[in-house]
């Protein structure tokens, strides 16, 4: 089973690729984010909602 990591972030997610860049701009890792469960919830576009999964 591959490994994932689940997070939240406010302001965007970002996970450095190692700690020598502090701010995390330079070698982040690739990420995808999807809406929170309940913003889905409020959604009448089913369409969207089967291609999210």
Known sequence: IPKI???DGPSGL???ASSADALGLN???EAIAFPSS???ASS???DMLYELG
């Open 27 to 29: 070698q982040s890792v």
């Open 14 to 16: 970002r996970k450095q």
């Open 38 to 40: 309940a913003l889905m």
């Open 5 to 7: 990591m689940v997070t």
């Open 44 to 46: 009448f576009n089913v």
